[in-house]
């Protein structure tokens, strides 16, 4: 098995700027000093509790509790072990990966399935890319369908690595097989038909996508995981899927339709105040979008947005514009997708195609560029007000039945806001817009309201994390310090605090502190028996360099919660020796009171007699006594 120098890890460490690593899947904006805060990615929030020091190289979430380094961020991210994400690292920064002298580097086989998967589809991306530009029918065709019917320009097509499948499919099972990718990544990429009991060869590997234009698929991090196959006159008539305009790769190990969205990669660089998201319908859109300037333009993988998808984009922006198209199906499946945006504290507006001549964005952009943007934008509905429109059209012909139903899907919109603020702006809005009295709406709201809690009543309430205020980060003491990281109050914490911010004090503690005092069952309590033996030994490496000496996830993250903040503390000393007294205490104090208790009674322990636990309390209480004295200079 391969291993990596230690040397090596420290090295990527030192120059890998964390913040450039989180800054690729976390929006980060400034958060006093040299700190960095975002939306957590491990767990869904509104407010952002994610906080980043880059100079420490550790990051922080005060939500969730999640924490570590640049190393762990990956790992837990792109869900890769410990080589594999140094490895990832190595890759994106330039940075060579060193091996221990005899174990090599890893083999494919060693590799994870997830790490080969992003791999090979960069391979099929770039192959299926030159036989767009090859000069020949394929090519020649697609080119021709690109530049000439589409009207996209031959440099957009280069940007997006636009690609083309001839229509027998050949060339890309051979080049996979002679970069001897796995018989697994094979079968599970999702670009061949391959029988389950059938031998990976070359003809076992029947091509999924024939005669079409390929259009990449990246994830937010802008690796390619997938592929949209657009059909075209050179799609065979045995295909499978002949008759779909689209057809998108199937869902693998690294693609998941519903947690993607086309494009992100690219708009969530681009976004900020006054320019919002573009969620449009179609991948071809934001293509448009995108090559007439628009670089904030997004759409779905041919499917209903998810909850999922709209997390995501909340971590980079809170603001989304939606242009569908104006036929019925497009605008009930917005006033499905809205309470969705609400929840996720989305603030949504819809552009509005009224006055302009072409409602396809990919027409209308072609026709009158960047400036036909701001004519939608004119014309854009609230959330409330699109609600409104979409449930009732034409309020002043409606009865009031028909009211009564059609404010029955508003207020499901309504409720999905947690702000009161925002539900009273909503209703009012709301009774506008439905033609209404607003103490109607009100009321009808509160009955809807206490029919959903009784319906919630009857289902499970799941527990979520506390979301943690910023001014815990503020702390002051090194209680607080363990108190904001969420973890318990006991003796073993704060000591491992003091010694991963007062490296001094190691080896006096080391000599002070006796093992059998500390509590090992929770992971402080193992960590601080080992860092004291590597002071006893003269061993420590540093706090810059315990990796080695880390064995597990929990102690990793217990560490990078304890060394993200710097606790003030005027007398380290003095801290260091109140938690040796209370381990002290905590060990002799029963065993005293167990004495005490059996004196009192006239009873002797199994194998002591009175003489003997007489001898045994003076020595206890003389222990007790005795001050702990601390010598260093910290």
Known sequence: MPVIKPTCVRDLKLRVNLADVVGRVVTLRKAGGTRLKGLCPFHNEKSPSFHVDSDKGFYKCFGCGKAGDVITFVR??????????????????????????????????????????????????????????????TGDYMRQLWIEKRRFTPELADEFKIGAADAQGSGLGALLLRKKFSEEALRRCGLFFIYDDAQIT???????????????IRDHQGRVVAFTARQTDLTPADDPAREAKYVNSPETPIFTKGNLLFNLDRARTNVGEGKPFVLVEGQLDA???????????????????????????????????????????????????????????LEIRFLSSAGVAKVDPDLLFLERGLAAYDEVRSHAESAMAFACRTALPAPAAASPEAKAR?????????????????????????????????????????????????????????????????????????SAAVAGSGLAHTPEHHLLMLLLHFESLGTPLSHALRADWVDVSHSAGVLLNRFLAEFEHATWPGCEHIDPLLETEEERSLVATLRFETPKIDDPVKVAQEGLRQLRARSLEPRLRQIELALANGTADIESDPISLLKERSEIQRQLRQPLILAAVV
């Open 202 to 216: 070359l003809g076992a590997l029947r091509p999924r996508f024939r005669g079409r234009l390929m259009i990449p």
């Open 76 to 137: 837990e991210t792109e869900q890769l072990n410990f080589s594999e994400a140094i490895e990832a690292l190595g890759k994106r920064f330039g940075i060579v990966i060193e091996y221990e002298e005899g174990t090599g580097g890893p083999s494919r086989e060693e590799r994870s399935l997830r790490q080969e998967l992003f791999d090979l589809h960069e391979q099929a991306t770039e192959h299926f890319h030159q036989a767009f530009k090859a000069a020949d029918a």
């Open 287 to 345: 293509l448009r979008c995108w090559s007439v300037g628009l670089k904030t333009a997004i759409a779905p993988q041919g499917t209903s947005i998810t909850e999922s998808q709209l997390v995501l984009l909340r971590r980079y922006h809170s603001q989304v514009e939606c242009f569908f198209d104006s036929d019925t199906a497009g605008q009930k499946a917005a006033l499905r997708f809205l309470p969705m945006a609400v929840r996720a504290g």
């Open 406 to 478: 059609s404010a029955q899907s508003v207020y499901e919109v309504i409720a999905a806001a947690e702000s009161e603020v925002v539900r009273a702006e909503f209703i009012g809005e709301a009774a506008g817009h439905l033609r209404l009295p607003l103490a109607a709406v009100q009321k009808d709201f509160q009955t809807f309201l206490q029919r959903q809690a009784r319906q919630a009543a009857a289902r499970p309430v799941a527990s979520e994390p506390a979301d943690n205020s910023e001014a815990e980060i503020e702390t002051n003491s090194g």
